[in-house]
Structures are given as C-alpha cells and as structure tokens.
C-alpha cells in the first residue's frame, strides 16, 4: 500500500514557481521525519530538504534559498514551495518518511510514486 502521495509537480519556465505537496495516507506524518528526494535521468537520487517531528528543517546547498519546506499537521500535508527555478532542478521529486531522522539520506523506511518537475531555459 502507497503510504505517501505526491502531487504538485508539472511544467514551467525557468525562474517560475511550483509548490509540491506530500500526502499521508495511512502514516501521520507529524510522527515522522520528512523529506523531499529527486532524481533526474542518469543521476542518483538526491536529498532536496527535510523537516524534522519538531519543525527543524535542513536544505541541500542547490536550493538553499529558493525552496521553503514547511509543514501542515491539520491536513496531514508537507509541501515544498519551489521558487526561482532552474533547468537542473528538473527530475521526479519524492517524499519520504521515517521515524529516525536521516535527513538528506536515502535510508528513509516510506517513500511516495513521485511528480515530475520540468523546468524549460
């Protein structure tokens, strides 16, 4: 059973916007570490941001200052608000979730399908 889901992604000019969204099904997600993964074709996959149980949030140096992780523990939701984007930001983008904190790591126990982000020069 699929346990997260993203959604969000799709198709924009460099320099525009996109907000990605990450969907608990059957996990509460404020019980868990999260984080937000992608993988272009050819490369490994690649730890983007994570936020912590307590809201502590960690960004790898490539899109330090233009995504912003946050949480919404109502709606059972973590997003990423991807700003000023760039041709290499391109890739399927993944949550992941854990109960042990692996921050940008590929150790995370519950992964989602992934939305594919495109961004055109």
């Known amino acids: 059973q699929l346990q997260l889901v993203e959604s969000g992604g799709g198709s924009v000019q460099s320099g525009g916007s996109l907000r990605l969204s990450c969907a608990g099904s059957?996990?509460?997600?404020?019980?868990?570490?999260v984080g937000w993964f992608r993988q272009a074709p050819g490369k490994e996959r690649e730890g983007v941001s994570r936020?912590?149980?307590?809201?502590?949030?960690k960004y790898a140096d490539s899109v330090k200052g233009r995504f912003t992780m946050s949480r919404d523990n109502d709606r059972n939701m973590v997003y990423l608000q991807m700003n000023s984007l760039k041709p290499e930001d391109t890739a399927i983008y993944y949550c992941?979730?854990?109960?042990?904190?692996?921050?940008?790591?590929?150790?995370?126990?519950?992964w989602g399908q992934g939305t594919q982000v495109t961004v055109s020069s």
């Open positions: 936020i912590t149980r307590e809201g502590n949030i």
């Open positions: 992941a979730a854990d109960m042990l904190d692996y921050e940008l790591g590929r150790e995370y126990d519950y």
């Open positions: 059957v996990l509460m997600l404020e019980d868990y570490n």
